[in-house]
Structure formats: C-alpha cells, structure tokens
C-alpha cells in the first residue's frame, strides 16, 4: 500500500470541511427517491448542480442486445478502455463526463468506450450488470475491427469499479474469456455490499457519502436483499475467486466509508497471483476526483500513466 499527497493533506482536509458544512444546510434524502426527483439528479453531473458538458468527440453507438455506449477515439490508437461511471448504480451517463474521457483518450491513446449501462430503481440488479458484461463480449469480439487493436483495459469509479471487476468475473465465469482484458484500473469502488467495517462504522458525516448513504443505494441497486444475500460473489466481488484476473491498479481516499473495500480486494487480488498497485490518498473523501483539487489532478496524471503503459 503506498499513501500518496500526504503534502496536499491540509488542502484536502479543507475541501473536505467546506463540502461537510455546506452538505449540513441541505436536507438529508431519505428512503426511495421519487421519480422527479431522481429526473432532476440525474440532469446534473455527478458531484454538482450543472449539468454536463457534451463534446463533439463523444460519439453515441448501440451495441450487442441494444446497449448503448459512448465512444472517444483519438487520432492514434494503441488499445481500447471499457469505461464504466460511477453514481451508485442510479446515476450517471456514458455522456456525464465527456471532457475528462476524451483527455484521456488524447492522453493515453485509447479509444475510450464508455458504456450507459441501465439504473435503478427502475432496473435493479443484475441489469446494470448484464448491460456491461453485453458491452464487454461485444468489445473482446470486435476491438480489433473497430479499432485496430486487442489492447484491452477496464476500470471505473465507485460503482463503476465494481461494475469493472463484476464484468472481469462474468467473462471469466460464463464465457471462458481469460486475459482479454490486460489490466484494471478501480477507484474506490464497493466491492463488499453486506458491508464492510469501514463502511459500518463510517456514521453520518455529510461527505459524499456515509453509511446510511451506502445502505439507501444498495437498497436501491439490490432491493429487498438481505446482507447474507448481498454477500454472493454475483453482487459483493469481494467475496469471489480472483483468480486469473489481469493486473490492477486500485485507489482510494483515506476519508472514504469504502476504505476496506479497497484494502481487502488488494490483498486478495495480490493473493490471486496478479500484481496489483493500491494507492490510498490521505485524507481524501469518496469521490474525490470529481472535484478541483490538486489530488484530483495528481491522481488523473497517475491514472493516464498507468493506462499508457499496462497490458502492452
């Protein structure tokens, strides 16, 4: 485990006092969001009250059984990156970020597919996951004609990291496919959905999330489940045979309820037999890259780094 920016730690400390402060004027959401509701949360981009920009170079594509995904492709193409947004499974686009993804796909030379898997409530688990295993299939039969390479990658942020690891072991589980895809890239993503002590214990701190925040979304993506239930390997990954899967890089923040997420999965990849980088970023919430800070900045040039380089 490597803890990074312990130099930007003050700077981080801070944001995360503001955001907490300004989080306790507004009203605590409870229960199942209404439908106009979650219309109006979902207009926005994730982590603020605008809504997204939407570039040129973003190009929208239906796949497979009908799933939609976004496509960025870059004058030079040296491999693809399966993108999968975070939002807890109920928020979020394939459109929702498209400038960072189209510097990413300049900066690191990957056509970027970024996939508009299916929300809850209206379509609980296991849509969303079956939306990103169909996007993944199509991808590991088609990237070389599409693209002009076999280079694969995948990752994601929150629940999109674990929408990542759950499409590894689906391809590995259900189609034999091993070593298509030649590294993961996860940022604080829940991969124990009975939850983790961390998450437990985490309380109420008005962050961008906490563990009545954490038990409301999984209710939301899982309803009706039970923690035993959440525990099967389909949902919490944690809890699976990581075995044969491609090297990772996994990040975290110091301040995030899914802390033991992150750590636990490092050491059970490691144990795998797969290497694995875990950086955990000091003092930093959930969600931290969708914010302008320096770690934000210092992350995204560790993750364009990562992505040019793994899997070659």
Same mark, same amino acid.
């Given at each position: 485990m490597t803890i990074t920016d312990e130099d930007c730690l003050a700077e981080t400390l801070e944001f995360n006092r503001c955001f907490e402060a300004a989080a306790a004027g507004r009203p605590a959401r409870e229960g199942k969001p209404d439908a106009a509701?979650?219309? %109006?949360? $979902?207009r926005n981009r994730l982590g603020g009250d605008t809504p997204p920009v939407r570039l040129p170079h973003g190009q929208d594509h239906v796949v497979g059984g009908g799933v939609r995904v976004r496509v960025f492709v870059p004058d030079r193409v040296d491999g693809v990156y399966l993108h999968l947004h975070g939002g807890g499974w109920a928020f979020g686009s394939a459109d929702g970020q498209d400038e960072r993804l189209w510097s990413l796909a300049e900066?690191?030379?990957? !056509?970027? *597919?970024?996939?508009?898997? $299916?929300?809850? /409530?209206?379509?609980?688990? /296991? #849509?969303? /996951?079956?939306?990103?295993?169909? #996007? #993944?299939?199509?991808? *590991?039969?088609?990237?070389?004609?599409? @693209?002009?390479?076999?280079?694969?990658?995948? &990752?994601?942020?929150? !629940?999109?990291?674990?929408?990542?690891? *759950?499409?590894?072991? $689906?391809?590995?589980?259900?189609?034999?496919?091993?070593?298509? @895809?030649? %590294? !993961?890239?996860?940022?604080?993503?829940?991969?124990?959905?009975?939850?983790?002590? +961390?998450?437990? +214990? @985490? &309380?109420?701190?008005?962050?961008?999330?906490?563990?009545?925040?954490? $038990?409301?979304?999984?209710?939301? @993506?899982?309803?009706?489940?039970? #923690?035993?239930?959440?525990?099967?390997?389909? *949902?919490? /990954?944690?809890? !699976?045979?990581?075995?044969?899967?491609?090297q990772a890089r996994i990040v975290v923040g110091g301040e995030d309820p899914l802390l033991d997420d992150s750590l636990f999965l490092a050491r059970r990849w490691r144990t795998a037999g797969a290497p694995v980088r875990l950086g955990v970023v000091a003092g930093a919430m959930h969600g931290f890259t969708l914010f302008p800070l320096t770690v934000t900045e210092r992350e995204q040039r560790r993750g364009w780094d990562f992505l040019s380089t793994a899997g070659r």
């Open positions: 509701l979650l219309a %109006a949360l $979902r900066r690191t030379r990957l !056509a970027v *597919v970024s996939v508009d898997y $299916r929300l809850a /409530p209206e379509h609980p688990f /296991p #849509a969303g /996951p079956d939306d990103c295993e169909t #996007a #993944a299939r199509w991808l *590991v039969r088609h990237a070389a004609a599409e @693209f002009g390479t076999e280079r694969l990658l995948i &990752g994601g942020e929150s !629940a999109g990291a674990h929408l990542g690891l *759950v499409t590894l072991l $689906r391809l590995r589980d259900r189609h034999g496919v091993v070593g298509a @895809f030649r %590294a !993961a890239q996860l940022l604080f993503g829940p991969y124990d959905l009975s939850m983790t002590p +961390s998450q437990r +214990s @985490f &309380g109420t701190r008005r962050l961008l999330s906490n563990t009545e925040t954490l $038990r409301q979304t999984y209710e939301l @993506f899982t309803p009706g489940m039970e #923690a035993e239930q959440r525990r099967d390997p389909e *949902v919490s /990954p944690l809890f !699976a045979d990581l075995t044969g899967l491609p």
